[in-house]
């Protein structure tokens, strides 16, 4: 099976910046995409970001374009989250997800593995 693990949330102030982390591991990790998707409190989740398994081409929800930016390195199968200008409304839990194909999408539903996730908390 595919495991995910995030790492690198905490609490930052508004305008600051945090660098989440995504390691997979398993013997059914090959070609897969990659997305980060978001839960607030008393919210359904929504997308964030996902990136392809070259990582040629990558996908942004409208609410994170410009500030956030996703990458990944497959040497090391991990996937990162380059978060800049925080914003208190990007408070939540963040999950890393991955899908059985090699091309990204802005669907949970398409997402077969998911990591536990990382408390991201931005204060005013």
């Known amino acids: 099976q595919v495991q995910l693990v995030e790492s690198g949330g905490g609490l930052v102030q508004a305008g600051g910046s945090l660098r989440l982390s995504c390691a997979a591991s398993g013997r059914s990790f090959g070609s897969n995409a990659m997305g980060w998707f978001r839960q607030a409190p008393g919210k359904e989740r929504e997308f964030v970001a996902a990136i392809s398994w070259s990582g040629g081409t990558t996908l942004y929800a409208d609410y994170v374009k410009g500030r956030f930016t996703i990458s990944r390195d497959n040497a090391k199968n991990t996937v990162h989250l380059q978060m800049n200008s925080l914003k208190p409304e990007d408070t939540a839990v963040y999950y890393c997800?991955?899908?059985?194909?090699?091309?990204?999408?802005?669907?949970?539903?398409?997402?077969?593995?998911w990591g536990r996730g990382t408390q991201v908390t931005v204060s005013s």
């Open positions: 997800a991955g899908r059985m194909y090699s091309v990204g999408s802005s669907k949970s539903y398409d997402y077969a593995y």
